[in-house]
């Protein structure tokens, strides 16, 4: 005669339930190891969810790069479409050049001033939309239209809720329309916003009166290429300007550092979280092999009455997939709630993941599984006659 599903639920909840000490220790084994676990998994989740608010509240990842000839003189758009050219891992490239500084006004208001002349792919480089109205196209810069584009920041100054989009403004004592308005997003993690004005290049080259560039900017396709990409231009600038001044940075040191320690913070916590969820499973390990011995005449019994190998090892296997369910599941709850309260203190981004909940829970159930998997076949090897004797 065979055990039947319910009988074999039933036995099982009996035994966990006759033996509470040992049920609790080894819930709380597991409930350790799948809380280590849980909280590293929510700490990279929300250290991932900070790096991409402040990737959001910046610039486009980008390289920039300066470079003066032996004779002092800077690049130009030339050199831009030189780099362009041979460059692989870019995803765009423009140029830009500030070359004043002062006071931009409209009617009766007034706000401080960055003129920025910029190259027709300076938007996509940068990694802004623009919110109203157009960025300068082609005909703006063949045609030397005295058109400009100003950041969210300069329009809430400036307009004060007013459309600005067609309006004069005056800047460097020239007089100027508006025609776009673009997002005003952070260069760093220190910096502050401050209204800009975006010329035409070919506007800063009457303006200046030179065609010269004071930076070029490199958007790479990945954040980890950005240092591919400065070796790429250094060796090809001063191969086509051999004996020049190279200079260069980028606005994702501070990101690409947070990552490495992410990274390494990381690796660490989740080896701490699966020795400690080791442990516990030796723990259960341990237990189940004192139960087997302390069950050997029920064991024995089973047997008697028709039950088979398959079955004991079971109620053993069964007894730890109940255990780790209710000890992960209790861990799981805990280390959400606890992740709630310290995630509102200091006004970090959560969310619960299900993904990261399944993985922990599937941790706990795997190791609770494989240490008992031994005890489950020591007592499916039990003599029945010799056990009921004992």
């Known amino acids: 005669m065979s055990i039947s599903s319910l009988?074999?639920?039933a036995l099982t909840y009996n035994s966990l339930r006759s033996n509470p000490l040992r049920s609790v220790l080894t819930m709380l084994g597991v409930f350790m190891g799948v809380a280590s676990v849980s909280a590293t998994l929510n700490i990279g989740s929300i250290s991932r969810s900070v790096m991409e608010q402040q990737l959001a509240e910046r610039e486009a990842p980008q390289l920039l790069i300066q470079f003066r000839l032996n004779d002092g003189r800077k690049l130009q758009l030339d050199d831009m479409e030189f780099l362009k050219q041979r460059m692989t891992g870019l995803q765009a490239i423009s140029a830009d050049n500030w070359f004043s500084r002062g006071q931009v006004i409209f009617q009766d208001r007034r706000a401080r001033l960055s003129l920025v002349g910029v190259?027709?792919?300076?938007l996509l480089t940068k990694g802004e939309s623009v919110l109203?109205?157009?960025?300068?196209?082609?005909?703006?810069f063949a045609n030397y239209q005295p058109s400009v584009v100003i950041d969210e920041f300069l329009a809430k100054q400036l307009f004060q809720g007013q459309n600005p989009i067609g309006k004069r403004v005056y800047a460097a004592d020239k007089p100027?329309?508006?025609i776009g308005v673009v997002e005003t997003k952070l260069r760093s993690a220190d910096d502050q916003p401050r209204g800009e004005i975006l010329v035409s290049m070919s506007i800063s080259r009457v303006l200046t009166g030179s065609s010269e560039i004071g930076t070029i900017q490199l958007r790479p396709n990945n954040i980890e290429d950005i240092k591919y990409l400065e070796k790429q231009a250094k060796e090809l600038l001063l191969q086509r300007y051999p004996g020049g001044r190279f200079w260069s940075n980028n606005?994702?040191?501070?990101?690409?550092?947070?990552r490495e320690t992410l990274t390494?913070?990381?690796?660490?916590l989740l080896l701490l979280g699966i020795i400690t969820l080791l442990v516990g499973g030796v723990g259960v390990a341990n237990i189940t092999l004192a139960s087997v011995a302390e069950r050997t005449q029920e064991i024995g019994l089973l047997r008697a009455i028709g039950a088979t190998q398959t079955e004991i090892a079971l109620i053993f296997i069964l007894e730890a997939i109940m255990l780790s369910l209710i000890g992960g599941t209790v861990?799981?709850?805990?280390?959400h709630g606890a992740t709630i309260i310290i995630a509102h203190r200091f006004e970090l981004p959560y969310e619960f993941q299900l993904e990261t909940a399944?993985?922990?829970l599937g941790s706990s159930l795997t190791v609770g599984l494989g240490s008992v998997f031994f005890p489950a076949v020591q007592a499916t090897k039990l003599d029945p006659v010799k056990a009921l004797r004992s």
């Open 264 to 268: 390494f913070v990381s690796r660490g």
């Open 119 to 122: 190259s027709q792919d300076y």
């Open 132 to 140: 109203q109205g157009r960025f300068f196209n082609a005909d703006d």
């Open 331 to 335: 861990a799981i709850t805990t280390v």
């Open 358 to 360: 399944a993985l922990a």
């Open 251 to 258: 606005n994702m040191n501070d990101i690409l550092e947070q």
């Open 176 to 178: 100027y329309i508006v």
């Open 7 to 9: 009988d074999l639920l």
